[in-house]
């Protein structure tokens, strides 16, 4: 019978995840002669590709013309296509905190929830227009305009013409439908999204005064629950919303990805305000990621193919490390929430920052209506013969352990090679493995390789009910 290896994880509801498990792999949907094959492929690794030297939160970074932008503790870095950093003249005045990032081709803006900066060139200076809103949260730009949001305030101000240093106290909007605070400005396909605390309404370029005006009809009773996780990604936007449910945007419909799994998990989380959303688009793949760094938590959706995963960093396997993401120069960097790095996030690197990877996949549980099973054989189908030459990796090794209790304890780890370097035959098989009415499965890997696994099949003979 055929175990679903290469599939999603967190489909089916359970209160404990560790029964349908997906960590630092991913379901990858290939498309050969017409027909759709998946897969389960080990996510992308960090390779250091920026060290600024200065030890801090990498608070966000921002493509600007030829160059990344990275804010680093208080300090602003610019950082041309080899990965050289460049320490920009003038501070913000914090030091912590996500910030939000948008430029005109000009100018660039900063914002982080105190304040407001302007960075040209190599300069970073303050915004001191006395009409500038004080705690301005998140920035945006669109069609000449700087767009804020304002903490614990209704209304979104527009900058004078592509001029964010400039500010008319007038000229701003807010939506009339319900008394909510808006929590984030973000554009996309030339639509002005003003996402509150308890509704999402659309606004557009009118050329009136003020320059934009609400889109009539698109009001919708769902606002979001974290100022920092709606991000563009696969042509619309997805975030957390103030259900707590992840979301992608479908016309100005806010519809849930997530699955009740997911969503329960996110519910036990003591803060979910300071989440911070990610879009990345790598070889085919439109991956949300969403981290939420009180409750040490990341979660990602692949909307390519529709499922769930997690993904983890050293030291504890917690939180992934990354912060913030750009994509540049062919590349797509991740800044580091602690250390001041900056990463490529690369399908040919199988380390985080030389740190080992630890992936694990749970699929769903083998029953047989209630039979005993007694499980002769299973068989794990990988790529095989992509061990390294030398080192760890030289024989690359997969665990496995099986739990009879829905993965609250798990038995010993039963290791076998998947073939070193050019032994594309190799078989993973693991035999005599007992027998039971409800089993699950955990494969482990940490070999720095190449991991793909294409499925698995597993003989059984039933016993009495």
């Given amino acids: 019978m055929e175990i679903s290896f290469a599939g999603g994880a967190y489909e089916t509801f359970s209160k404990n995840l560790n029964a349908q498990e997906c960590v630092n792999f991913f379901a990858h949907i290939d498309q050969e002669g017409g027909v759709s094959k998946l897969s389960l492929r080990g996510t992308p690794g960090l390779k250091e590709w920026c060290d600024t030297g200065h030890y801090a939160e990498v608070r966000g970074t921002h493509k600007f013309g030829i160059y990344v932008y990275a804010v680093v503790g208080n300090r602003v870095y610019r950082v041309d296509s080899n990965g050289s950093s460049t320490l920009c003249t003038g501070t913000l005045d914090t030091f912590t905190g996500k910030v939000s990032m948008a ?93 509150g605390d308890k509704t999402l309404e659309v606004f557009y370029n009118s050329g009136g005064d003020p320059a934009f005006a609400y889109r009539p009809g698109s009001i919708q009773t769902v606002g979001t629950g974290a100022k920092h996780s709606p ?85 504890d396997e917690g939180r992934w490390r990354g912060n913030c993401y750009s994509h540049f120069s062919d590349k797509h960097i991740i800044g580091d929430y602690e250390n001041g790095k900056l990463y490529e996030w690369d399908f040919e690197t199988y380390t985080d920052n030389s740190e080992t990877i630890r992936r694990i996949r749970v699929p769903s549980a083998v029953t047989e209506d ?80 190449k991991w793909v696994v294409t499925g698995a099949n597993l003989e059984v003979q039933l016993g009495r009910t």
């Fill in 103 to 195: 430029d005109s081709g000009v100018q660039l803006m900063i914002v982080d929830g105190f304040y407001g900066y302007i960075v040209v060139s190599l300069i970073v200076t303050k915004i001191t227009d006395a009409d500038f809103q004080e705690n301005p949260e998140t920035v945006t730009y669109q069609d000449s305009y700087f767009i804020v949001s304002i903490r614990n305030s209704d209304w979104a101000y527009i900058s004078d013409t592509a001029d964010g240093t400039l500010w008319d106290s007038t000229q701003r909007i807010s939506g009339g439908g319900y008394s909510d605070k808006i929590a984030t400005a973000i554009s996309d396909n030339k639509n002005l999204f003003l996402i």
């Fill in 370 to 449: 209630g039979k005993r099973a007694f499980h002769s054989q299973l068989e794990i189908f990988f790529e095989a013969g992509k061990g390294l030459v030398t080192g760890q990796g030289s024989d690359p090794m997969a665990m496995l352990q099986y739990s009879d209790d829905g993965g609250h304890t798990w038995s010993n780890e039963i290791w076998r090679s998947i073939g070193k370097i050019g032994k594309y035959e190799w078989r993973a098989v693991w035999n005599r493995l007992g027998s039971s009415r409800h089993r699950n499965y955990k494969l482990i890997v940490t070999d720095p390789i």
């Fill in 231 to 315: 991000v563009n990604l696969d042509n619309t936007i997805f975030y957390l919303t103030d259900k707590y449910q992840i979301a992608r945007l479908e016309g100005n419909n806010p519809v849930a990805k997530s699955t009740r799994s997911v969503d329960y998990q996110i519910a036990q989380y003591e803060t979910k305000s300071d989440a911070i959303g990610m879009g990345i688009t790598i070889e085919g793949n439109a991956f949300y990621v969403l981290t939420f760094p009180t409750a040490n938590e990341t979660w990602s959706y692949n909307a390519a193919s529709g499922f769930w995963q997690k993904l983890t960093s050293y030291p």
